[in-house]
């Protein structure tokens, strides 16, 4: 369930109690921006944008290649090729060299940009109650105690709140201005949400196989909570918009579960530059979390509550590694609709017979094809082949994400990349 890096960034600057960079740790982060700058003024990035607003705008291209190797990142930047003492430095070494990677290296369709982004600095209360997590070192897998065991013990639940560090973020800013600021465009831009779908932070509050059970014995209940957590979500979005929190995304911002934000369908035709408002963004919304629920029990539990949200945003992009192919039939009463996942376990013709020329098709590979030793090329090379076919007539993207682990061998991205890019470009 985890969103892009880019959402977690709060999390890493948590971590640090100094914001401050050695001379030595400068010299080496301002070599790092020279390379991204040079990456970014290459002709062939206006090509790959050009590309995905083509494509973010439904128009027939080629199909879009991205690979985004989430956890794999530790295992491609890892911690004894950084060079910068701290921790501040240590990070920002670590965001730039990525970006020389996907330049150099990777070979997909992800255009580097000569920016360096620097996110809003932020405490947010809790719900009155909160989960015990166990586990979950470095990405892996954990597992946590639900607080909402009794459903009388919901009188206690209040809306969240969001406190912003004005001084600390202004610092930081301030600070990557001093370091890469000639180099690089010092941009603010905050990424608030991965995910709105709701169904995330209702197993957060009571459970996964609690809900289940919910369905059946507690009917009132669980919709009483789904009215609390659409509402609370409701009142975040109205507070980031009227406090100008929030920034626009129809550019290289990751939007939705693949592909980036790049469209001139957004913002709306009335925009005002100095306050960004939802309905000139992207959102995103998903439920893997009730995968094995009916689609009866999805649209009287899940989908009324999410549907006011979807309404809030110019354009939406839903799914990521449910299967939407009984859902469908719901999902598509979503009136600004662009961007759909297509899951491994979906039906792949059924998905391109449904979405046509109309939506995006988010092609998503199967991350196991990354997690070993040496790839099986002729088989990605083949499925690749085969899936490409079935979409002939979509308008596709396909994303490679998800991956825990690319068995520690960078090779596996780059030849995976170039496996796909030579399968799109032979369509």
């Known amino acids: 369930m985890a969103g892009p890096e880019e959402y977690h960034e709060q ?5 640090i109690n100094t ?6 740790d400068s010299e080496e982060l301002r070599n790092l921006a020279c390379k991204v700058a040079f990456l970014a003024a290459r002709p062939g990035e206006d090509v790959k944008r050009d590309l995905w607003y ?14 985004h190797p989430q956890n794999g990142w530790k295992e491609i930047i890892t911690e004894k090729q950084l060079k910068c003492k701290g921790k501040l430095a240590r990070y920002w070494e670590y965001l730039l ?29 809790d719900w009155g109650m909160h989960e015990t997590y166990t586990g ?27 406190a912003i560090d004005f001084d600390r973020t202004g610092k930081l800013f301030n600070l990557a201005g001093e370091v890469l600021g000639d180099l690089l465009e010092i941009r603010s831009r905050m990424i608030w949400w991965w995910n709105l779908g709701l169904t995330c932070d209702l197993i957060r509050l009571r459970g996964l196989e609690q809900i289940m059970f919910d369905m059946y014995d507690f009917p009132d209940e669980l919709h009483g909570l789904m009215s609390f957590l659409r509402d609370e979500q ?15 995304n129809n550019d290289s911002t990751p939007v939705g579960s693949g592909g980036f934000g790049y469209t001139n369908d957004l913002p709306q035709k009335d925009f005002d530059c100095s306050r960004v408002r939802t309905c000139d963004m992207w959102g995103h919304l998903d439920s893997q979390e009730t995968s094995q629920i009916s689609v009866r029990m999805f649209e009287e539990f899940v989908f009324p509550y999410q549907l006011p949200i979807a309404e809030k945003f110019g354009l939406i992009c839903y799914g990521c590694c449910e299967s939407l192919t009984n859902r469908w039939q719901v999902i598509r009463k979503i009136p600004n609709l662009r961007r759909v996942s297509v899951s491994p376990w ?15 098709y988010s092609m998503k590979p199967h991350p196991a094809d990354l997690a070993v030793s040496n790839l099986d090329e002729e ?4 499925k690749m082949r085969n899936a490409l076919k079935v979409t002939r007539n979509c308008r596709v993207e396909v994303i490679m994400k998800d991956n825990n682990t690319i068995c520690n061998n960078a090779q596996n991205v780059i030849r995976w990349c170039k496996i796909a890019m030579e399968e799109a470009e032979a369509l």
Not at 54 to 67: D, F, G
């Open 54 to 67: 083509e494509h973010n705008s439904l128009k027939a291209t080629r199909p879009v290649i991205l690979c």
């Open 97 to 125: 060299r990525r970006e020389v990677f996907w330049g150099e290296y990777m070979g997909d369709d992800k255009v580097i940009e000569p920016h360096f982004y620097i996110p809003y600095l932020f405490t947010e209360s």
């Open 136 to 162: 979950g070192k470095d990405g892996g897998s954990y597992r946590w105690e639900a607080p909402l065991s009794e459903y009388a013990n919901a009188v206690k639940l209040h809306f969240r709140s969001i």
């Open 346 to 360: 979906a039906n792949p013709d059924d998905m391109a017979e449904k979405l046509g020329n109309s939506y995006i």
């Open 19 to 24: 914001f401050y960079i050695s001379r030595s």
């Open 11 to 15: 999390e890493q600057y948590n971590k």
């Open 379 to 382: 088989n990605i090379r083949e």
């Open 234 to 248: 409701l009142t975040r979005l109205e507070f980031l918009e009227n406090n100008r929190l929030l920034f626009a």
